[in-house]
């Protein structure tokens, strides 16, 4: 095994490793040792109580978005899909509402309640 050289830091603090193993060209992502936890930018987390924050119910990775910021929404509307093992599961408005801010994106990784979406 031969290291021959390192990325940078992304956005979710991973780094890319480029190495050579038994003379074939590897890479792999791995967590940055160097900025430990805090180069991965910690979410929000959705207020208790608060009905214009939707929290995610678990943590996963956002499959899909269905809302924009602006826009107006009935209750039972989808508002986006989670996928945690295998399994998905799609987040519903509540109530009638406009979407104020959307804080999340499609393959954004999530963690239990985490403030996914606000409302106006």
Request: proline share 4%; hydrophobic share 50%.
């Amino acid at each position: 095994v031969r290291c021959q050289a390192f990325g940078d830091v992304d956005e979710k603090g991973m780094v890319t490793v480029f190495f050579e193993l038994n003379g074939q060209p590897r890479r792999v992502k791995v967590p940055d040792r160097a900025h430990g936890a805090s180069a991965a930018k910690a979410r929000r987390k959705a207020e208790p109580g608060n009905e214009a924050h939707i929290g995610a119910p678990m943590p996963g990775v956002v499959s899909a978005l269905a809302v924009a910021a602006g826009q107006a929404v009935k209750a039972g509307d989808v508002l986006l899909s989670i996928e945690a093992m295998k399994m998905e599961t799609a987040l519903h408005a509540e109530r009638d509402g406009v979407v104020a801010e959307v804080l999340v994106k499609a393959g954004d990784q999530i963690d239990a309640k985490d403030l996914l979406i606000a409302f106006g």
